[in-house]
């Protein structure tokens, strides 16, 4: 998207047709009404402020409802938002859809399933193999189409294939360095440990958290799905209890979400190979909006830091 709103900088003007992910409403100092929207494009989002709105507003400016707005980039506290100048719904004789507004993995779904068909034809250990197979069979086409996340890293159509081949590909790298290491035991772990967001978020347009989300969460849900999918196909061992823990520990700390912290070597590894392609993933990302000699936004994921990109590149 040329005109993407993560091309433009503060200061510049805004016009153009954009999707609202999310529409909340807030009552200024004042006890006049106003809506806070996040709206995005393939290239990015950010925030805007609606002010006096009335009843009809709160109606009309939802998410998933594409509108034409024109507007100013501001900052505020750090981050740009968009002073709106003016806004309507979108029509259908304007020629836009949803899916011109939702961002998309740099890898086609079949590679992303090409690269997932091959880990599992490398792997040894029956019974790991199967109970991958099983999940793969029953959560192709979800894993192929659902980001990673909400928001901060692989928020977009296949985003949580993508992060999976991802670390796949390191973790391949780490196993020619560490050989000592169960690399059908790294490979399940990394292609389990976040299909449990398939229940957790909603979908790919406006993403959010489903009940089952935010009561339990994608790591409970899917640490008990091994155990039944394991007994469907009657496959009992300490194989199942590991990749239980794997999926168990690998956000690595309590307060980071995880019921256990890694107790297991691969465990260890998993949580790591995560953080690494997470964190990676938001720099790049972010990173690639700004010129050389520049600072990034501050990222909230990333402990509120702004990042710098150098002046010289490399050779």
Known sequence: MKNGIGNFSIGDSFENFILIKESSRGVTSNG????????RDATG??????????????????????????????????????KITSIRPAQSTDGVQVSDFVAKAPVEKEVL??????TIFEMKNPSMQRIVRAFI????????????????????????????????????ELHKLY??????????????????????????????????????????MMVEEIGHISKELEIEGEEVLILQHLVLSHHGKAEWGSPKPPL????ELLHLIDLIDAKMNMLNRSLD?????????????MDNRAFYKPLFEEN
């Open 179 to 220: 050989p000592e290491l169960n690399k059908d035991l790294l490979y399940a772990g990394i292609i389990l440990h976040d299909l449990g967001k398939l229940k957790e978020l909603s979908g790919v347009v406006t993403t959010s958290y489903t009940i089952e989300g935010k009561l339990l969460g994608h790591i409970p």
């Open 137 to 172: 069979k029953k959560y192709q086409e979800a894993l192929l189409t659902y980001p990673a996340a909400s928001k901060n890293h692989h928020e977009y159509v296949s985003g949580l294939a993508h992060h999976i081949v991802s670390m796949l590909a390191l973790a391949k």
């Open 289 to 301: 909006k700004v010129k050389p000699g520049e600072f990034t936004e501050r990222m909230f994921a």
């Open 32 to 39: 006049k009404p106003f809506l806070t929207l996040i709206l």
């Open 113 to 118: 399933m090409e690269k997932l068909t091959e």
């Open 45 to 82: 989002e950010i925030e805007a402020k609606l002010w006096d709105t009335n009843k009809e507003d709160e109606e009309i400016f939802v998410p998933e409802q594409i509108v034409k707005l024109t507007g100013e980039i501001n900052q505020f506290r750090g981050k740009a938002q968009l």
């Open 264 to 267: 297991v070597r691969e465990a």
